[in-house]
């Protein structure tokens, strides 16, 4: 390189390098899911926002299972949280899980690293409306582990998915 080109060379490296490293994608459909607070991968200014297309090309789980709220069994699908919150890359001891309506739930990260917890997006491979615990569920392996049948695990099943708040 020519001495003179130098200053112009490096100033080109600083302006590349100044753009921030948004690792996660922009969402071209609607946004389903929200992830805020403790996340370095946002897409818009420090929030993850995640479209169906994105969540559902995550890593994920179907499970069938019998539940309080369904009749029979149902096969749930849909990404494991951990994926999710690694695509976000979220971090922390805490989710606060928020729905549409205001009902919320305090779900340890421990939940999703331990456990085969997905966001389901369909139930017996259809997607969930809204007026059918849609557009996301947090659904729990209950197929798995018999031992999460309990009333603790089902509060934690928060149906309407918005958001996901990331706390330490
Ligand atoms: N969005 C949303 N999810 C929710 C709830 C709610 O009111 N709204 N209730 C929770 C509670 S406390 C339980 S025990 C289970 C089952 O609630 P159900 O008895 O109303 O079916 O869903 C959980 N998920
Ligand atoms: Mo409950």
Redesign the pocket.
């Known amino acids: 390189m020519r001495r003179r080109h130098f200053p112009f060379v490096l100033l080109g490296f600083l302006a590349v390098s100044m753009v921030p490293a948004f690792a996660l994608e922009q969402p071209k459909g609607p946004v389903i899911l929200t992830i805020k607070g403790n996340v370095s991968q946002p897409n818009r200014a420090g929030e993850a926002d995640f479209d169906l297309a994105m969540l559902e090309a995550l890593p994920g789980r179907s499970g069938r299972m019998e539940t309080?709220?369904v009749k029979g069994t149902v096969a749930y699908s849909g990404p494991l949280l951990r994926e999710v919150l690694k695509a976000a890359g979220a971090s922390g001891r805490v989710l606060v899980v928020r729905?549409?309506?205001d009902?919320k739930?305090d779900v340890p990260v421990s939940d999703a690293e331990t456990l085969e917890t997905i966001l389901a997006t369909r139930q017996d491979g259809k997607l969930m409306p809204v007026r059918d615990?849609g557009p996301l569920?947090l659904v729990y392996p209950f197929d798995l582990d018999t031992k999460l049948f309990t009333?603790k695990y089902?509060?934690?099943?928060?149906?309407?998915?918005r958001e996901i708040e990331v706390l330490p």
């Open positions: 309080p709220w729905a549409l309506n009902y739930a615990k569920m009333e089902f509060a934690r099943s928060v149906w309407q998915i």
